[in-house]
């Protein structure tokens, strides 16, 4: 069995390691009273564990998932077989941030390559989070053309400050799985900045180092929901 990354929709991703385990991070529904986001139910995936960087409805999901997977919200360590994840605890970005909103950043280790999963966290993270987060390979980072939580020179400091090798853009507008409701925008403003950017042309793709570009590469996924 090989290593896989594979995009879902909106800031939701599926790992899975060469022994079979499975994680999902951020999966997503609607809630029972407005903000309709999303035109399809998350589906019922059996995973050993989920990851939900922060408790808003587009992000925790976690009861859709079967298989009765441990679910991590906070910081930390877990080890399960060849899958490491660390939780790295920081803040949501904009004013959900500035009351005080937690965000919990993941870094998954699958197969020697570290997947930095960065949920709605703010762009100027402190040295102390950076630290614990350490080196990244690949950057799930949230952009989108209204900048509905960051704006495109916070999400390339955020990358700078990373350093990741690959940035797979996230939490955007996706016709078949997003409402015009949720007022949220498309990746080509933001993509249209970056000096590589490589459509993959697919919603899965094999994890390993060989993969891995010389020179920083953003990679757009087609999303496996939408």
């Known amino acids: 069995m090989s290593a896989s ?13 060469e022994q079979g385990r499975r994680v999902v991070t951020d999966p997503f529904q609607n809630p029972s009273d407005g903000y309709y986001w999303f035109l399809r139910a998350f589906p019922d995936t059996p995973v050993d564990v989920v990851a939900v960087t922060h408790d808003h409805f587009d992000h925790n999901n976690a ?5 009765n997977p441990t679910i991590l919200k906070g910081p930390g360590h877990f080890t399960l077989d ?4 660390t939780g790295a605890l920081d803040l949501h970005s904009g004013n959900s941030g500035r009351r005080g909103m937690v965000n919990t950043v993941f870094v998954l280790e699958i197969n020697g390559i570290r997947v930095c999963h960065i949920g709605d966290n703010r762009h100027d993270m402190p040295e102390s989070v950076r630290e614990q987060i350490g080196e990244v390979d ?5 952009v989108d053309d209204s900048s509905h939580l960051l704006s495109f020179e916070q999400a390339d400091q955020l990358v700078a400050h990373l350093s ?4 797979v853009p996230m939490h955007y507008y996706l016709p ?4 015009v409701e949720s007022s949220l925008g498309g990746p080509d403003g933001w993509l249209a900045t970056q000096d590589v950017v490589k459509p993959l042309n697919a919603s899965e793709i094999p994890l390993n180092k060989a993969m891995l570009p010389n020179t920083r590469e953003v990679w757009v996924f087609n999303a496996l929901l939408a």
Not at 138 to 142: A, G, P
């Open 82 to 85: 060849d899958l490491k994840i």
């Open 176 to 179: 078949k799985l997003t409402t």
């Open 5 to 17: 990354l594979t995009y879902l929709g909106h800031c939701a991703f599926l790992l899975q390691t």
């Open 138 to 142: 690949i950057l799930m980072v949230t």
């Open 164 to 167: 990741p090798s690959v940035v």
């Open 63 to 67: 009861d859709a998932l079967s298989g």
